[in-house]
């Protein structure tokens, strides 16, 4: 079975631009979560989606939004980018929310996102 | 909120066992998960533990767990080069969200 899919890999934008990350869960995964990871520290929650409907919310501005699709996968928008969202973004996919082990988040291999 | 720390290196000699520590704030957490990162690549899961278990253990990776102390521990035995990467502890907290540490870099010395 295939994992926790990210598009693109690798991005390079300019400050101002805007982004759409995409992502696809695990077959039979109902949440996806989004983290940002700058360099040299852990990851940080941005999103969390459940049955299309946002769960969770970071502490991240509004230039940051998602949504989740019928079909489970998932966007990430970033607008008017700032040099200080060059990061890798993380998807991750569960199979419930809020149901113990269940909840046990897999990764895809991240964007790497450039913003000059 | 829950707030999660890691040592940020730990070098251990190829063979012997290594111990990666974590500790965490929110008592009320019910999961909590070691993870692995190699350079470039995304997390890998490695194993996590419920918080009414003291001890897990799976082949080569042997978790602990205090919950009085808030401390967590990933024992990795007989640890390879394979095994150089940095390690995330994460916690989750009441609203099924993943607090991180920033991960510990283990080096492996020949």
């Known amino acids: 079975d295939a994992g926790v899919t990210q598009s693109p890999t690798h991005l390079i934008k300019t400050r101002g631009q805007h982004v759409t990350l995409r992502c696809s869960p695990i077959s039979g995964h109902k949440s996806v979560s989004w983290y940002q990871q700058v360099l040299g520290q852990g990851p940080q929650f941005i999103f969390q989606?459940?049955?299309?409907?946002?769960?969770g919310r970071g502490n991240f501005p509004d230039r940051f939004s998602a949504r989740q699709f019928p079909n489970y996968s998932s966007e990430l928008n970033v607008n008017a980018l700032l040099l200080g969202d060059s990061a890798l973004y993380l998807c991750a996919s569960s199979l419930v929310v809020g149901l113990g082990s269940a909840d046990t988040q897999y990764f895809g291999p991240g964007t790497r996102l450039t913003v000059l | 909120g829950e707030d999660v720390e890691q040592s940020l290196f730990l070098s251990v000699r190829e063979g012997d066992s290594s111990v990666i520590n974590c500790t965490y704030t929110?008592?009320?957490?019910?999961?909590l998960y070691w993870y692995k990162q190699e350079p470039g690549a995304g997390l890998q899961l490695l194993t996590y533990?419920?918080?009414n278990m003291d001890m897990k253990q799976d082949q080569r990776l042997t978790v602990l767990l205090n919950k009085k102390d808030k401390h967590l521990s990933l024992r990795i035995a007989d640890t390879q080069t394979g095994d150089s990467a940095i390690y995330f502890c994460a916690a989750q907290d009441s609203n099924y969200q993943l607090i991180w540490g920033a991960g510990t870099k283990l080096i492996i010395k020949p």
């Open positions: 989606y459940y049955e299309k409907e946002e769960r």
């Open positions: 533990i419920f918080s």
């Open positions: 929110d008592s009320s957490s019910t999961y």
